[in-house]
């Protein structure tokens, strides 16, 4: 909701993002949820991190701020990625810069260039679009992909 409506937070939404940039913060450590749970001095569980991670759960300040720093970010890092990502894309969309993708060299990636590439010769198709989450799945599956890692590689592009 925020963006549309000044001053509201959707809630749910902040949650699920946050939630994505722990995962993708954690797997970028090259831990397991068991491999964090050992790092932190709370006796949080595994299960715990997974709902965290989920979106299911509420993390509160004190504890986002351990696991933040177990993982050597800074707290202020991740909640302004987070921020960032709820307010500029809208909900269910990310913005996605064509011209970006079709310079993609990686092989993995050579479905998202060659996609990119046939929306550029399209009559009238800019180079931004607004792409459904939906089809961003879609996308990652074809690129062997996690989702949330798609999502921050389509916002490195812009």
Known sequence: MLGSEAGVVD??????ILGEELRMLRRRCGWTRKDLQRQ??????????????????????????????????????????????VVVDEPGHIRVNLRSLAALVEPHLEPLRRWAEDRLRQPG???????????LYRMAELCDLDPAELVVLMRQLR
């Open 40 to 85: 932190l001095p709370s006796g949080i569980s595994v299960q715990t991190l997974a709902t965290y991670e989920l979106g299911s759960r509420q993390c509160s300040v004190v504890r986002l701020v351990e696991l933040c720093l177990a993982m050597d970010e800074l707290p202020q890092h991740l909640i302004a990625r987070v921020h960032q990502r």
């Open 11 to 16: 809630a749910d939404v902040y949650q699920r």
């Open 125 to 135: 198709s800019g180079e931004e679009i607004r792409l459904e989450l939906g089809a």
